[in-house]
């Protein structure tokens, strides 16, 4: 289903993701117990783009696209999300810059979000601390949050997902300017 700025999708196959995204490039194994399915709504706004996601269990290995940071957020079932090799960290953001990769495993069903950014505006979008630097080309970082800082950005990309499952949110017309 697709509707202006906003993009719902459901893959029944892992293969289906072959393709990717305007984030990323995917390659995906569900693990054995249970069919893969995988729900993904993508909310674009210009050259900013929100992915929602909810997923069986499964092992995902995923390329940041060229000129991108993105931004994930564990939502569900994070308690046993492995990213990377290394089991996820309560209120940790990972920072993935162009071309980085990123491997994320989790043996339950699992809901995220992934904010991507053009890299060269990221910092001014994210507004990061001077001296703090994003991960560029490659690289990614871990982000530990604040419990203030999680709850918000949590309640965020929430509200963005309520708001793209009401239709009338993105087929409304524009308010007109005088």
Request: with cysteine; proline share 10%.
């Amino acid at each position: 289903m697709q509707r202006q700025g906003v993009q719902v999708r459901e893959f029944s196959e892992p293969e289906e993701l072959a393709s990717g995204t305007a984030l990323a490039s995917y390659r995906l194994t569900a693990f054995e117990a249970e069919p893969f399915r995988l729900s993904l709504t993508e909310i674009r706004a210009e050259d900013t783009t929100l992915h929602l996601g909810r997923a069986t269990p499964c092992l995902g290995f995923v390329a940041i696209s060229p000129g991108s940071l993105v931004l994930h957020i564990p939502l569900e079932n994070a308690d046993s999300l492995v990213l990377n090799g290394a089991p996820w960290e309560p209120r940790s953001f990972g920072l993935y810059g162009a071309g980085a990769e990123l491997l994320r495993a989790n043996p339950r069903p699992s809901g995220f979000a992934a904010l991507g950014l053009p890299a060269d505006a990221a910092g001014a979008l994210l507004e990061v601390p001077a001296g703090s630097g994003l991960p560029g080309p490659g690289a990614c970082a871990p982000v530990r949050a604040s419990p203030g800082a999680w709850d918000r950005a949590v309640r965020v990309v929430r509200a963005a997902g309520e708001a793209a499952a009401a239709p009338e949110t993105f087929d409304a017309e524009q308010p007109r300017r005088a």
